[in-house]
């Protein structure tokens, strides 16, 4: 009953450490608190490099003020007239549509003129130009933009949580630019936290009506669309429909940018070429071309996973061609609670493998099952633009196999310390019962067999300060061969009661069964390990050694074997001594006792040839002591009894 009660109780413990664990970041998978966001950014940085990039659309073109053009043509901001040229360059060219990544925000310098004739060729239609949405608290007295709402439908299912930024002002180009071009977008695109661009919008809402970015404005110019829907799913996620393509945005109508590659990708044509009539039509006929500016003080950049220097007018080349190829990233709409449950589930398999297969078998598992999880999202994402992450699984597999293999690693210590114990308190058990056995047989022998057991103790801790004896008697060897002292003469239950007990002095036949006791006792340990299937136990090694050679003598003159010096092992060569220290100081109803200084003069004269010397001298050391525990344990004997003389 106890050991199933042990069992359930680790199991407990080690579903509890492997649950756990992928319980804690399940749940930050769906609350994704901030640090948390930034660890799965990186890893969604990571999943598109190794996912690859494709190829951007050949429809759109990047026409680049750079610094050729400015060298030629004056320094920045240009003309308004020279300005002019270039738009009227790129229509004649063939462009379908021309989107500025520039504002002109106040008139030009120098000859006003040059704006109306800016104004003019932007009435020729197909140019979109751009402006910028501000958040903070409105100007006062900036004049008012003429902007282009975008034509869509909201459709909301009670969300409490507006689906778009909320601009309180913008910034934008002269308002007789602005109405002369029919179509402009903003060019906001903010990094996240970490400083990476990874999500541009493309709508937003400002005094109450919806607009477009400078992408979505281009695209829509290009592609005749007059209308588009938005169904927003959740605070999360939503969907803007345009024809012939749906394209999933974030709760904050942000469209995460599947990047072509790193710095200029798209093809680049210099301004200075297509004022100067060097670019052939055929590389801008039907495109979508985008002006903006590279050249170094002019230039906006920003970081994107897969380079640190992008520039802005590719940004916005980037989504018109997202737009365009339509092959979108986009997250799962319950991201946080796949993720989670995924975490949940690879906490539970981790569990139950090392349970039930190990820890090793655990971790090639677990191993195996993160390396397929992030092949299959960098699968997902290459070939399906679906991103799932993999840190929540990997950091509930990772947490949760390190702990439950702690729990492992607890269960099968505990268990050892169990084993351990029970196994101490069976030896204990079995020392006892034969301890026991020889009090049966002769109480004075049961007595004699305990007091060896302090004596013994002594002896040793003073022989481990020897070089040759310390790496030997360890304090754990010391206990076993103090606990295990009171057997060396286990092997007299074996003697006849006639002998054992025979007050007087015995014939050499009796002496020779007396001295058969060593066998005696060896032959009952050997018996108890082969009935108990025991094979190279210390312990028994350990009492098999004090039981048979503790009457071998230092010149090899005493038995059972009749070896000799370093042949004798240690146990036996300290149990001899304490052996007879106890007999000739210990006093009997059948013989006298000797004082413990000439207990001690007759064991040291047996230096050499009775006893090991190292050990004789260890003795020495702790004589007082064997004084001490021999005089507490002396008999008392009943009044008008008193030992032989």
Same mark, same amino acid.
């Given at each position: 009953?106890?050991?199933?009660?042990?069992?359930?109780?680790?199991?407990?413990?080690?579903?509890?450490?492997?649950?756990?664990?992928?319980? #804690?970041?399940?749940?930050?998978?769906?609350?994704?608190?901030?640090?948390?966001?930034?660890?799965?950014?990186?890893?969604?940085?990571?999943?598109?490099?190794?996912?690859? +990039?494709?190829?951007?659309?050949?429809?759109?073109?990047?026409? &680049?003020?750079?610094?050729?053009?400015?060298?030629?043509?004056?320094?920045?901001?240009?003309?308004?007239?020279?300005?002019? $040229?270039?738009?009227?360059?790129?229509?004649?060219?063939?462009?379908?549509?021309?989107?500025?990544?520039?504002?002109?925000?106040?008139?030009?310098?120098?000859?006003?003129?040059?704006?109306?004739?800016?104004?003019?060729?932007?009435?020729?239609?197909?140019?979109?130009?751009?402006?910028?949405?501000?958040?903070?608290?409105?100007?006062?007295?900036?004049?008012?933009?003429?902007?282009?709402?975008?034509?869509?439908?909201?459709?909301?299912?009670?969300?409490?949580?507006?689906?778009?930024?909320?601009?309180?002002?913008?910034?934008?180009?002269?308002? !007789?630019?602005?109405?002369?071009?029919?179509?402009?977008?903003?060019?906001?695109?903010?990094?996240?936290?970490?400083?990476?661009?990874?999500?541009?919008?493309?709508?937003?809402?400002?005094?109450?009506?919806?607009?477009?970015?400078?992408?979505?404005?281009?695209?829509?110019?290009?592609?005749?669309?007059?209308?588009?829907?938005?169904?927003?799913?959740?605070?999360?996620?939503?969907?803007?429909?345009?024809?012939?393509?749906?394209?999933?945005? &974030? @709760?904050?109508?942000?469209?995460?940018?599947?990047?072509?590659?790193?710095?200029?990708?798209?093809?680049?044509?210099?301004?200075?070429?297509?004022?100067?009539?060097?670019?052939?039509?055929?590389?801008?006929?039907?495109? #979508?071309?985008?002006?903006?500016?590279?050249?170094?003080?002019?230039?906006?950049?920003?970081?994107?996973?897969?380079?640190?220097?992008?520039? @802005?007018?590719?940004?916005?080349? +980037?989504?018109?061609?997202?737009?365009?190829?339509?092959?979108?990233? $986009?997250?799962?709409?319950?991201?946080?609670?796949?993720?989670?449950?995924?975490?949940?589930?690879?906490?539970?398999?981790?569990?139950?493998? #090392?349970?039930?297969?190990?820890?090793?078998?655990?971790?090639?598992?677990?191993? @195996?099952?993160?390396?397929?999880?992030?092949?299959?999202?960098?699968?997902?994402?290459?070939?399906?633009?679906?991103?799932?992450?993999?840190?929540?699984?990997?950091?509930?597999?990772?947490?949760?196999?390190?702990?439950?293999?702690?729990?492992?690693?607890?269960?099968?210590?505990?268990?050892? +310390?169990?084993?351990?114990?029970?196994?101490?308190?069976?030896?204990?058990?079995?020392?006892?019962?034969?301890?026991?056995?020889?009090?049966?047989?002769?109480?004075?022998?049961?007595?004699?067999?305990?007091?060896?057991?302090?004596?013994?103790?002594?002896?040793?801790?003073?022989?481990?300060?020897?070089?040759?004896?310390?790496?030997?008697?360890?304090?754990?060897?010391?206990?076993?061969?103090?606990?295990?002292?009171?057997? !060396?003469?286990?092997?007299?239950?074996?003697?006849?009661?006639?002998?054992?007990?025979?007050?007087?002095?015995?014939?050499?036949?009796?002496?020779?069964?007396?001295?058969?006791?060593?066998?005696?006792?060896?032959?009952?340990?050997?018996?108890?390990?082969?009935?108990?299937?025991?094979?190279?136990?210390?312990?028994?090694?350990?009492?098999?050694?004090?039981?048979?050679?503790?009457?071998?003598?230092?010149?090899?003159?005493?038995?059972?074997?009749?070896?000799? @010096?370093?042949?004798?092992?240690?146990?036996?060569?300290?149990?001899?001594?304490?052996?007879?220290?106890?007999?000739?100081?210990?006093?009997?109803?059948?013989?006298?006792?000797?004082?413990?200084?000439?207990?001690?003069?007759?064991?040291?004269?047996?230096?050499?040839?009775?006893?090991?010397?190292?050990?004789?001298?260890?003795?020495?050391?702790?004589?007082?002591?064997?004084?001490?525990?021999? &005089?507490?344990?002396?008999?008392?004997?009943? +009044?008008?009894?008193?030992?032989?003389?």
């Amino acid at each position: 009953m106890r050991s199933r009660s042990i069992a359930a109780r680790n199991r407990r413990l080690l579903f509890i450490s492997g649950f756990g664990p992928a319980l #804690i970041v399940a749940a930050l998978a769906v609350s994704r608190p901030l640090s948390v966001v930034r660890l799965d950014n990186a890893v969604y940085d990571q999943t598109l490099r190794w996912a690859g +990039t494709r190829s951007p659309a050949d429809s759109v073109v990047i026409v &680049d003020v750079d610094e050729r053009s400015l060298s030629k043509y004056g320094q920045w901001p240009w003309r308004r007239d020279v300005i002019a $040229r270039l738009v009227s360059r790129l229509r004649t060219d063939g462009a379908s549509v021309v989107a500025l990544d520039m504002i002109f925000a106040e008139r030009d310098r120098g000859d006003q003129n040059t704006d109306e004739a800016l104004a003019a060729t932007l009435k020729g239609g197909r140019v979109v130009l751009g402006y910028g949405l501000t958040f903070d608290a409105p100007s006062e007295g900036r004049p008012p933009c003429a902007l282009h709402p975008f034509p869509v439908v909201v459709v909301d299912t009670d969300s409490e949580t507006a689906p778009f930024f909320r601009a309180t002002d913008a910034v934008c180009s002269l308002p !007789h630019l602005a109405s002369a071009a029919g179509a402009s977008g903003f060019l906001n695109a903010a990094p996240d936290r970490d400083g990476i661009l990874r999500r541009v919008p493309v709508l937003a809402e400002f005094d109450g009506r919806i607009y477009p970015s400078l992408a979505l404005a281009a695209f829509s110019a290009s592609q005749g669309v007059r209308d588009a829907v938005v169904e927003v799913s959740t605070v999360n996620s939503s969907w803007l429909s345009l024809p012939g393509r749906h394209v999933p945005l &974030d @709760g904050k109508a942000n469209l995460l940018a599947r990047f072509r590659g790193s710095k200029r990708t798209f093809p680049y044509v210099s301004a200075a070429d297509v004022l100067d009539g060097r670019v052939g039509a055929a590389r801008l006929r039907g495109k #979508i071309v985008l002006v903006g500016t590279t050249a170094l003080g002019t230039r906006e950049v920003v970081a994107t996973p897969l380079d640190t220097l992008f520039v @802005g007018v590719e940004v916005q080349a +980037t989504v018109v061609d997202n737009l365009l190829q339509a092959d979108f990233i $986009r997250r799962p709409q319950d991201q946080g609670a796949l993720e989670g449950a995924v975490t949940l589930l690879a906490g539970v398999v981790v569990t139950l493998l #090392i349970a039930s297969r190990g820890v090793m078998v655990g971790a090639a598992v677990a191993a @195996g099952g993160l390396i397929a999880f992030w092949f299959g999202a960098v699968w997902l994402l290459a070939s399906r633009g679906v991103f799932v992450s993999a840190l929540f699984p990997t950091l509930g597999w990772t947490a949760s196999f390190a702990m439950v293999s702690l729990a492992s690693f607890i269960v099968e210590r505990r268990r050892a +310390t169990t084993a351990g114990t029970e196994r101490t308190a069976a030896r204990t058990l079995m020392i006892q019962a034969m301890l026991s056995l020889t009090e049966v047989r002769d109480a004075e022998t049961g007595r004699h067999s305990r007091r060896t057991q302090h004596y013994t103790k002594l002896l040793a801790e003073a022989l481990s300060n020897h070089p040759r004896f310390r790496e030997y008697l360890t304090p754990e060897r010391i206990e076993m061969l103090a606990g295990l002292a009171p057997l !060396h003469d286990i092997g007299k239950v074996g003697v006849p009661d006639s002998v054992l007990n025979k007050p007087g002095a015995l014939t050499p036949d009796e002496l020779a069964e007396m001295r058969r006791h060593p066998v005696y006792g060896r032959d009952v340990i050997l018996k108890a390990e082969q009935n108990a299937l025991v094979r190279d136990d210390e312990v028994l090694s350990l009492a098999k050694a004090i039981v048979y050679t503790h009457h071998e003598r230092w010149d090899g003159t005493g038995y059972p074997e009749g070896i000799k @010096g370093e042949a004798i092992p240690i146990p036996g060569r300290i149990v001899a001594l304490v052996d007879v220290y106890d007999a000739v100081t210990t006093r009997t109803l059948y013989k006298p006792s000797m004082s413990h200084e000439k207990a001690l003069a007759f064991i040291v004269s047996g230096k050499g040839s009775h006893f090991d010397p190292d050990v004789i001298e260890a003795f020495a050391r702790v004589e007082s002591a064997f004084k001490a525990a021999s &005089d507490e344990a002396q008999p008392e004997y009943p +009044t008008g009894l008193s030992p032989a003389v």
